[in-house]
């Protein structure tokens, strides 16, 4: 099995930062491309930022460009995301998603979630 650990979340004033991680443990070959997801009160779920396997290509939503940086550390099976600037409306339980190569013979990653993290900016 695989298990994902998030922390970092908490309460910041507007202007603020915190710094997100997701630790990936257990049965891993290698993970795949990873991503943060938050879900506000009464909105859907949300892709925050994505970033590849070797870390070389990120991409992120239009609400927090130049606000929010993702990125990993393979060594670690860790992926993080620093956010700078937050605003009111960054406020939401945050996600992280990383697709899985159990072994070396799986051919498909297995997507898995963390339990995720709650963020609360205050204005």
């Known amino acids: 099995q695989v298990q994902l650990v998030e922390s970092g979340g908490g309460l910041v004033q507007a202007g603020g930062s915190l710094r997100l991680s997701c630790a990936a443990s257990g049965s891993i070959f290698s993970i795949n491309a990873m991503g943060w997801y938050r879900q506000a009160p009464g909105k859907q779920r949300e892709l925050v930022a994505t970033?590849?396997?070797?870390?070389?290509?990120?991409r992120y939503a239009d609400s927090v460009k130049g606000r929010f940086t993702i990125s990993r550390d393979n060594a670690k099976n860790t992926m993080y995301l620093q956010m700078n600037s937050l605003k009111p409306e960054d406020t939401a339980v945050y996600y992280c998603?990383?697709?899985?190569?159990?072994?070396?013979?799986?051919?498909?990653?297995?997507?898995?979630w963390g339990q995720g993290t709650q963020v609360t900016v205050s204005s």
């Open positions: 998603n990383l697709g899985v190569y159990r072994t070396i013979r799986d051919r498909v990653p297995q997507a898995y």
């Open positions: 970033i590849t396997s070797s870390g070389g290509s990120t």
